[in-house]
DNA sequence: CTACAAGCTCAACTTAACTTGAGGTCAAGC
DNA sequence: GCTTGACCTCAAGTTAAGTTGAGCTTGTAG
């Protein structure tokens, strides 16, 4: 059987489960790219299923649209990536990842007692401080430990 | 200094670290309560800055307002909450966390061989197939015929 | 008792990530 | 050759979560 050849993009959208518009939206954004067919619609390669997945495994896990653009254009324009290429991705994500699971892991820990506790300083809390804008601006009286 | 009753809602957004206008927003979303003085400005009782506390952690783990609406609103309206009700609270969303966690450690621990792995079959893909639509209108035909 | 910082309301604007719609073209089956 | 469904472009709409601004009122320090 011949190779699958190109791909429409109502076939992407098929195979990939994302709409055909966010595809167009994909590419005004710059993160797919297509061919133009002598009647002027769409044809992708088969590396698009890919990069849309990543895309969407992105989006999940909180990486913006910018961010995934700005990883992807780090992939070669001209070549099908290699394995190389996404292994140098995935472990750029990866480290977020586990940034943002100690994240969560720090919150789990800490939500009980401090939703719970029923301390009057919330402006101590462990959880709060965290991201803070008075620890930063504060003027003084608000002024806590520092982390 | 007199222990301090009630909070302008500038004072809450100094201790909170919220915008006052979001304050107002919350308020229009019925996440937070005031009453009003003769002249109409807002006051709040202590117990909203340990709500707004909670709206934001709960932001930051990704409920959305109206998630987070809906939560508080099992709240005692008439009283201040317990350590009992925050508790519970605290109890809903660390399951959530919970799962929010092994999500992504699922997604961190696969990332790597699923998107360096070079496989042609993203369908099959583990990270892609837990929320593929298609997988639940497959027809059979669509699974990857091509390498 | 007055200046002016803080509050108030309401409407409009913002950003992200898309979707929807209008109006028109292309391609494939009969 | 027609009909139908998939495509195309571009503009406008949508939702979330706020922010910004205008115009007007309150409250308090000096």
Redesign the interface.
Known sequence: ?A??RELTVGQVA??S?VAVSALHFYEARGLIHSHRTAGNQRRYG?DV??RV??I??AQ???ISLAEIAAALAALPEGRTP??ED??Q???A??DG??D??NQ??K??DG??D?????C?S??K?P??NK????AREGTGA?RLVAR
Chains 1, 2 share one sequence.
Not at 114 to 118: E, V
Not at 131 to 134: G, K, Q
Request: aromatic share 4%.
């Open positions: 059987m190779p699958v098929a195979r489960g088969r299923l890919r997945a990543v969407r495994i999940e896990v909180g290699t394995r996404w292994s991705l995935s472990t994500w990866r990842l586990d943002k699971i969560l892991k919150l789990r939500l009980t401090c939703i719970g506790c029923g009057m919330i402006d809390c959880l709060r991201d803070d804008r008075l608000r």
